[in-house]
């Protein structure tokens, strides 16, 4: 079986929630909390992007206003009080965080771990390397901050440590140098906890009877404090009873809601054109002018412009392979590497530097009205 720990914290919660998820592999929209959640992450994996300089707030800002969802909101205010609070979080984490002095081993790392004939799989939001050892960390975007007695026992925790050895088989006699930590966007804080070979040795029995468990499992469903959440409720027997007046629908009336809907994306849709068309031409009136900056009576617009580097993997190799350092960074990836290049004496960060070359360029255009 292959299993994932949020497939086992769901089967934990409700049986029969896993089984219409993970088994049945029921479709549902995401909700909006976790299209927020999602994006949340997605702009924190952008703020950390390897490059020679990393992105400025109003960069980071820019690509969270980019890839913004309006559609899971019900309500205009609605949306603006989520809109806002990701700002406020993206500008928290900015002023609690001195983003060019973070030493990031791995963003967006996935893992597999063999438990006997079964996989444990996951991805781990971040990976660090601190004075004397790592951090571990995942982002939350909850409301609700648990205690710490609740981190020092989180699950999820220990197997992103479990994962992490298994990359980095060496570290097992440093574990009291790794930390491994929960990161509340919402809060601005950090709750951070260590564990032993226990923690590990039991994480391991847990997934195996919880995988018995879900083999010979009847799937029953488990009334819990979740429940007006979740989104099998129509389906699920505890909660059916509450559907019943919903199931007459007025024809007339969704048929009128399908066309304004599909009216409304395809205005949308030639508005993002416009948006671009613009861009170009703001663009192209910079470059003739030779400016960054254009002013108007509405505003100040500044354009940024972002490269993003690669490096000749073959080159590489004969700089630091001489010098112990090429089994370090795995693979040629640009936070590994930047780790690497800190250590290296002056020749071969100059050498490095030659087998650099541009990947790509992106422009981002930022707006302060008047």
């Not at 409700?14 to 927020?36: G, M, R």
């Not at 601005?188 to 083999?215: P, T, Y």
């Not at 960060?349 to 302060?368: G, L, M, N, Q, W």
Request: charged content about 35%.
């Amino acid at each position: 079986m292959r299993i994932s720990y949020s497939a086992l914290n769901t089967y934990q919660i409700c049986p029969l929630k896993y089984k219409f998820q993970y088994i049945d592999k029921i479709k549902t929209p995401k909700s909006k909390e976790a299209v927020f959640g999602t994006l949340i992450h997605s702009t924190l994996n952008f703020v950390h992007t390897p490059g020679i300089l990393s992105p400025s707030l109003e960069q980071s800002l820019d690509y969270f206003s980019k890839n913004w969802n309006s559609d899971v909101f019900e309500n205009e205010q609605e949306e603006r009080a989520a809109f806002s609070q990701g700002v406020d979080i993206i500008r928290r984490y900015y002023r609690d965080n001195d983003i060019s002095k973070i030493n990031i081993v791995a963003l967006e790392s996935p893992f597999q771990i063999k438990l006997g004939e079964h996989v444990v799989s996951g991805i781990i939001d971040r990976i660090d390397r601190t004075d004397n050892g790592y951090e571990i960390i995942d982002y939350k975007t909850a409301k609700k901050m648990p205690s710490q007695e609740k981190v020092d026992n989180d699950i999820q925790l220990t197997i992103y440590l479990k994962a992490f050895l298994n990359r980095y088989p060496e570290e097992r006699k440093n574990l009291d140098n790794i930390k491994v930590s929960l990161y509340f966007v919402k809060h601005g804080a950090k709750l951070s906890s260590k564990r032993n070979e226990d923690h590990l040795k039991n994480i391991d029995e847990m997934f195996l009877e919880a995988i018995k468990n879900i083999e010979k499992s009847e799937f029953n469903p488990v009334l819990n404090p979740l429940c007006d959440w979740c989104d099998f409720q129509d389906r699920c027997p505890m909660q059916k009873h509450k559907f019943k007046e919903k199931r007459k629908i007025d024809t007339e009336e969704i048929n009128e809601a399908l066309i304004e809907y599909i009216k409304s994306r395809d205005d949308a849709k030639s508005l993002r054109y416009k948006m671009l068309e613009l861009q170009e031409k703001i663009s192209d009136y910079m470059d003739q002018e030779g400016v960054e900056r254009v002013f108007s009576d509405e505003g100040i617009i500044t354009r940024t412009l972002r490269k993003t580097y690669k490096y000749d993997e073959k080159r590489l190799k004969e700089i630091l392979d001489p010098l112990g350092k090429w089994e370090e960074i795995n693979k040629v990836n640009g936070t590994s590497l930047n780790g690497v290049i800190k250590t290296l004496p002056a020749e071969a960060k100059r050498e490095i530097e030659k087998a650099k070359k541009i990947y790509k360029e992106t422009e981002s255009f930022s707006v302060k009205k008047q």
